[in-house]
Structure formats: C-alpha cells, structure tokens
C-alpha cells in the first residue's frame, strides 16, 4: 500500500511504515515528504490499526533532508516548499490517532532526528547515532528540531546536537531519554513489532485518548487536542442524538442535559 517510497504492512492492528531510498540512507527530498503524508492519511483511515511502526529500508533510518533537494531553492520556495511543507508533514505524523513507534535501524540525523522525534516510543540498534549538524552547513533545523525536541527531550539536549555539534551513540541517547530502549543491530523492528503488540492488547479508544491528553500536557496541539476530546465526549450524549433528530425532522430541538 501506499507509495513505493513508502511502504505499508498491516498485520495484526499494527501498520508498519516503511521509508524506503536506501541508496541515499532514506534521505527526504519531497516525494518522500509527499509518500509519508499519504502514509499517515492511509493508516489514519484505517479502523483496524491501533499502533503504528516507523522504520526505514537498507542501513539507515533517515540521514535528513536531502541536500540536492533543497540546495539550489530560492529563499522563498526553500522556507514555503520545503520547511513549512515538512512541518506539516511530520506534524500529521505526531498527531496520529494511534500509538507511533520509531524503529531506528540507522543513524537519525538532522531532519532524521526530527522524524524519530515524532514518534511516542523510539527503539534503536546499538550501533546507530543521533544528532543535529545542520549549523555544520550553515544551516537550522527546520521540522520542529528547535520546537518539538525540546518539549520531548529537553532544550539542554537540543543545544548540545544543534550548537555544540554533539553527536550522540545509541546508549548515550537512551541515558538522556531521547530513545526508550537500544537493542543489538538488526533487531529494531522486531523488538518495535514486540512492543508494538503490547500497545495493540490494551483499549484503542483509551489510548486515543491518553495520547492526546499528554500531547496536550506537553505544550503540543493544545487546540486539536482539547477540541478532538470535546467532540468524542459530546458525540456520545443524548443531546446530541436529539440535535440531530430534531434537524432531520425540522423540528425545535428537546434538549435534556442526558448525557
């Protein structure tokens, strides 16, 4: 399913996404930005996934964004093509309704980093590193490095990979709680999936909504978040039911506060 850049398994509630240009380590130009868009909408449709796992093809999991994708734009269509295009994506990817998995088969680097970052849970293999270079090339991270890496890892953290040029291992980044858990190479993805079934048995419709929950007390979609859950509560009133009726039947509505 999906594109060929980006290939969708669903198996037992658990979609796997697949990035795949392992000739270029899963670097993201923008037809993998516009794959892993139609990507999120597909396992977002489907009413039989409840966890998503992301990963990439061949020995990385994204190096970033593709430096002859964006390296010869104008500054206008760099800032509107390419940045603000790539935070819509991923920010479609964060707020995905079910529990995101990021299994880190190789390096996260710049906008790679930012792709792992939109996942709840991050599993890495042992031999992989994680950073933010982009200031190397005269450059700032662009899909939320500054924005939603500090909420989730710490603006200390941040500083260290995006001015110092730190790069991190694999243990490093699960002792600074940037990954949840570091597994021996060639084993993300099935210690993803191991996981991924203990999310699958607990209540979708709760994790729904915890996930939203914490996003909002993290400081993320605020908006999207308290309105979703609003729209969940009051779509299982009475009220509601007789709102609709009494349209359909053009007729004044008799509410009676039953929840």
């Known amino acids: 399913m999906a594109s060929g850049i980006v290939r969708i398994e669903v198996e037992?509630?658990?979609a796997i996404m697949t990035v795949s240009r392992p000739e270029k380590?899963?670097?993201l130009d923008l037809d993998m930005l516009k794959a892993l868009a139609h990507a999120a909408d597909e396992v977002e449709a489907n009413a039989e996934v409840r966890v998503a796992i992301l990963t990439g093809e061949g020995k990385g999991f994204s190096a970033g964004g593709d430096i002859k994708a964006w390296g010869g734009m104008l500054?206008?269509?760099f800032g509107h093509a390419w940045v603000r295009y790539g935070h819509r994506v991923f920010e479609r990817l964060a707020t995905l309704r079910v529990p995101l998995i990021a299994a880190l088969n190789g390096h996260a680097l710049g906008g790679g980093l930012e792709l792992a970052g939109v996942a709840d849970i991050r599993i890495a293999e042992e031999?992989?590193?994680i950073g933010l270079p982009e200031t190397g090339?005269?450059?700032v991270p662009g899909w939320s490095g500054t924005q939603r890496l500090v909420k989730r890892f710490g603006a200390q953290l941040v500083r260290r990979m995006a001015l110092g040029g730190e790069i991190f291992t694999a243990e490093e980044a699960r002792v600074f709680g940037i990954v949840d858990a570091v597994t021996?190479?060639?084993?993300?993805l099935e210690a993803a999936k191991e996981y991924a079934q203990r999310v699958a048995s607990r209540g979708p419709a709760a994790l729904e909504i915890v996930k939203l929950m914490i996003a909002s007390a993290n400081g993320e979609d605020n908006g999207t978040a308290v309105e979703a859950l609003g729209s969940i509560l009051v779509a299982k009133t009475a009220d509601l039911k007789e709102g609709v009726a009494s349209f359909?039947?053009?007729r004044p509505a008799q509410f009676k506060g039953e929840w």
């Open 12 to 14: 037992d509630h658990v």
């Open 25 to 27: 380590l899963n670097a």
């Open 75 to 77: 500054p206008q269509q």
């Open 127 to 129: 031999h992989i590193k």
């Open 137 to 139: 090339l005269g450059m």
């Open 184 to 188: 021996s190479s060639g084993n993300a």
């Open 248 to 250: 359909s039947e053009k």
